[in-house]
């Protein structure tokens, strides 16, 4: 047994760069399972900047220089920002106060048709149809008070949001503006030997940047494709279902 352990540790730790990699990987995911909360920001600054990074590039292809490409790109990414929150999450808003309102009205009619099931099935009863009715009525009652007791605890969020609201975009713009410098600094505490951790981090930028562009550029696409079907149809709580539609893309990753 020890044998065997011996050799995979000579196969894979002899070369010190191996050492090296794995070091970084646990170092990382360390930092980011013990400290996530408070990385937050840092942590959705920079997959904003991986999202803004390929235009920035795309740019700098047509001869343009870095800085004005990133301020050209980060002044769209703000308009952005200010259209959703002063066109879109208003509509949001008034749509999900809407729907919560005719909430007990949608249940009392789901109701009315659970009980008329018996009659239309004859392998469900009625004491099958109350007994999923009151489990029904307990989960909502449950959520309901979850929404009272985070309504009441919300002023701390809300100064969180703000927060974000403003310290996101600053470090937006310093990863995109600066990010050469935080490379070589980065790269400047590692050893000089580290040619494995560069061809990894290389391949891993890369593929990074394109599946969070990617993942952004599907949500954008599911989600509008979506509201212009349901506003087609006539159908109430448009932008809502196409939100939440847009958003449902990310949930096999989550």
Do not use: C
């Amino acid at each position: 047994m020890l044998d065997i352990l011996h050799r995979w540790y000579r196969r894979y730790f002899s070369d010190p760069q191996a050492v090296l990699l794995t070091l970084i990987l646990i170092i990382g995911f360390t930092v980011i399972l013990t400290l996530g909360h408070m990385l937050a920001p840092v942590l959705a600054a920079v997959v904003i900047a991986y999202l803004l990074e390929g235009v920035v590039r795309f740019l700098e292809r047509r001869r343009m220089r870095r800085l004005p490409a990133v301020v050209l790109v980060f002044s769209g990414f703000m308009t952005f920002v200010l259209f959703l929150l002063l066109a879109v999450v208003p509509l949001l808003s008034v749509q999900v106060t809407q729907f919560l309102r005719e909430l007990p009205h949608h249940l009392a009619v789901m109701q009315t048709a659970l009980m008329q099931l018996p009659e239309r099935y004859s392998f469900l009863t009625e004491r099958h149809v109350q007994d999923f009715i009151a489990l029904l009525n307990r989960e909502l009652a449950v959520r309901g008070q979850q929404i009272v007791t985070l309504s009441l605890a919300s002023i701390p969020g809300v100064i969180t949001l703000v927060v974000y609201l403003i310290l996101v975009p600053l470090l937006v713009f310093f990863f995109l503006k600066d990010k050469e410098v935080i490379l070589r600094w980065t790269f400047r505490i590692l050893p000089q030997d580290r040619s494995l951790a560069t061809q990894v981090w290389v391949e891993m930028d890369r593929q990074l940047g394109n599946y969070v562009r990617g993942k952004f550029w599907e949500i954008l696409i599911v989600g509008s494709a979506t509201w212009v079907a349901f506003a087609v149809l006539g159908l109430k709580y448009a932008i809502l279902l196409a939100a939440l539609v847009g958003v449902s893309v990310l949930v096999p990753y989550i």
